[in-house]
């Protein structure tokens, strides 16, 4: 049997008239920037996530650049994240001039560990982005307690997290921003590349829309050297579409997830776990082995295909050298990603599937 890792056309299949007519409303609208479509989804995606303001962008890293300025981050603060993470979410502080500062993660979570955020606070820090990583929303009341304590501001970087839940609520509006990315293979993705700030904050959202469109206030009156950060129409509307899938989307990857939970169970695979009050999207579903590499080339030969998020810590990345970190400096986030892969999770796939992915892998684990 061959199971792929993700399969966006069989997405499309499903889609493709509600797709077409969108498209081709933008098409008679002419509305190829911004536009209509976009300002109905900024609104249909507000009210999904429960907050006063969605401002749509170009890239989920854009949301998160925006996100920090429009909280005042910007040359010599320090701002605390993980290193567990695609790298977007340090570039995005470095474009604001501030310093990342990378902390460990907690083991069993793989999520920011909140005491060793409180542990790197210095006087120039102002600002955390925990990370929902795999759609895991992070201990955001430990968090948010330490943010009150120091008087931060809190960003989440939700970009993987779309509809995922902490105590009943969706993320999104926990923080003073929250940034979500649409990239084409989230649980919520355009077909090319988009993203959205999400905030329950007036000033954010005003400066932020202010911002991602060349700092203009009125048509050719720029207040701020601001950014070409629009989402184009096309987007907006393929978008609107989407989203009225997620929730029916979202659930039948908890139901391919606790499939793959019950069969692996009690195996040498190990998985992160899930926090009792949170509720995760179920964006990823990682594993960690020993041996991962000839686990992933054996998997690959009975058509099982993988991925790896993320292979090389932030920290420990070329770019960001200059900081000064060496392997070791955060152990636990170096043992994750020398061991992490993702297993095959799309909404379109069988439970077949599903079973023949896990118990393949448990054969092959077990025999490493």
Not at 125 to 151: E, F, M, N, S
Not at 167 to 176: A, D, E, H, P, V
Not at 178 to 197: H, Q, T
């Amino acid at each position: 049997m061959n199971v792929p890792y993700f399969d966006l056309k069989m997405q499309y299949a499903s889609l493709r008239q509600e797709i077409l007519d969108a498209v081709d409303r933008v098409c008679k609208n002419a509305s190829f920037i911004l536009g209509e479509e976009v300002a109905h989804f900024e609104q249909e995606f507000a009210d999904y996530c429960g907050v006063r303001h969605c401002v749509a962008v170009n890239t989920g890293t854009s949301a998160l650049h925006l996100s920090l300025l429009a909280s005042g981050v910007g040359p010599g603060d320090e701002v605390i994240t993980t290193s567990n993470t695609f790298i977007a979410t340090a570039e995005a502080i470095s474009y604001t001039g501030a310093k990342p500062v990378f902390v460990d993660i907690d083991p069993a979570t793989a999520n920011i560990a909140p005491q060793a955020v409180e542990k790197a606070i210095t006087p120039r820090t102002r600002a955390i982005v925990p990370v929902h990583l795999y759609g895991r929303p992070v201990d955001l009341d430990a968090i948010l307690a330490i943010a009150d304590r120091h008087k931060l501001s809190v960003i989440e970087d939700a970009c993987q997290a779309h509809g995922a839940r902490y105590r009943g609520k969706r993320i999104g509006g926990f923080g003073q921003a929250a940034a979500f990315s649409f990239y084409p293979g989230k649980n919520l993705g355009a077909y090319g590349e988009g993203g959205a700030l999400t905030t329950n904050d007036d000033a954010v959202a005003k400066l932020a829309r202010t911002l991602r469109d060349h700092g203009q206030v009125a048509r050719y009156y720029h207040d701020y050297v601001g950014y070409n950060y629009r989402m184009d129409g096309f987007q907006g509307a393929v978008l609107r579409v989407k989203l009225r899938h997620l929730d029916a989307w979202n659930a039948r990857r908890r139901e391919l997830c606790a499939l793959y939970r019950t069969l692996l169970a009690g195996s040498p695979v190990q998985l992160p776990q899930d926090l009792p009050q949170a509720e995760s999207s179920h964006h990823l579903f990682v594993v960690y082995v020993q041996n991962r590499d000839a686990v992933r080339a054996e998997l690959e030969k009975r058509g099982v295909a993988t991925a790896i998020h993320y292979p090389v810590p932030v920290h420990l990345q070329k770019a960001y050298a200059g900081l000064g970190h060496r392997p070791g400096s955060l152990p636990h986030t170096e043992h994750a990603c020398n061991r992490v892969f993702s297993m095959p999770l799309f909404p379109e796939m069988t439970d077949e599937q599903a079973e023949y992915a896990a118990k393949t892998l448990l054969e092959i684990a077990s025999r490493k």
